[in-house]
């Protein structure tokens, strides 16, 4: 079994496991910073780890809900995982959460697998191979105007008086996971994503390599490309959008200064 065969069958199962543990009543609490996480969470986490490295002991990890062991540095490949991408929506028996795991090596994202069970979709990619949805190929959008394109984003923030140049109409959509938002935009049903706010390498790292293998961009707000298992796992921002789309949105954002 390859890497991908291996992440995506995990993934599967898990989400199982997950929408399991949500119909019989999750317990849930607030971890230091505020951000929700629940007994799926949790669980699911240990299953993974427990069936990844049974299978690839010599692989580093890094998850979110796994306290971070700085010997992942070390190793050449690692799982980064991410065990319940969007907790608030599968919490509230909304369907935008995901399963996301990625295999990295030197840096770069190799597999990757985002699976969103209450939808039944499985992103796929590997690095050189094509990016999937349920087995079928899927490409970024060619759309190339700001205004009237398909926005996953923060309407309140697009709506900010403060911009130097007011953002024009554009259908702004929200979907709690992040890793889920990458994906849409790396099958065209959305135009873009952003975030001016920080992100965790485990939000990104499989979707990272699906959206590239579509064809999509996806840098920070400044146009800086992303890289994995750094010792602080944090990105400042993102902008995901197709080629034509992506440095028109750029130009408004990449002058903003956010706080360290």
């Not at 809900?65 to 919490?91: S, Y």
Request: net charge negative.
């Amino acid at each position: 079994m390859n890497d991908l065969e291996l992440i995506t069958e995990a993934a599967r199962t898990v989400g199982e496991t997950a929408q399991a543990l949500r119909t019989q009543g999750l317990k849930s609490w607030s971890k230091d910073g505020g951000s929700l996480v629940t007994n799926a969470d949790i669980e699911v986490d240990s299953l993974l780890k427990a069936m990844l490295l049974q299978a690839r002991p010599e692989y580093g990890w890094l998850s979110e809900e796994t306290a971070d062991d700085p010997a992942r540095l070390e190793r050449r490949r690692l799982f980064v995982v991410d065990p319940i991408d969007g907790t608030v929506a599968f919490k509230n028996g909304k369907p935008w959460w995901s399963v996301s795991i990625a295999v990295v090596e030197n840096d770069r994202p190799v597999s990757g697998v985002v699976h969103a069970p209450d939808v039944e979709e499985t992103f796929t990619a590997t690095a050189g191979g094509g990016a999937s949805l349920n087995g079928a190929a899927i490409g970024a959008s060619a759309t190339a105007a700001v205004q009237d394109c398909a926005m996953l984003g923060d309407a309140k923030m697009f709506a900010h008086p403060a911009w130097r140049t007011p953002w024009p109409p554009m259908r702004i959509a929200a979907r709690n996971s992040i890793a889920y938002r990458l994906c849409l935009v790396a099958d065209g049903r959305f135009d873009a994503a952003v975030a001016l706010s920080s992100k965790s390498e485990w939000d990104l790292a499989a979707a990272d390599l699906i959206r590239a293998e579509a064809g999509a961009v996806l840098t920070d707000h400044k146009g800086r490309g992303f890289s994995y298992n750094k010792p602080v796992p944090l990105m400042p921002s993102l902008i995901c959008a197709g080629p034509a789309l992506y440095p028109l949105i750029l130009d408004r954002v990449r002058h903003i200064d956010l706080p360290n």
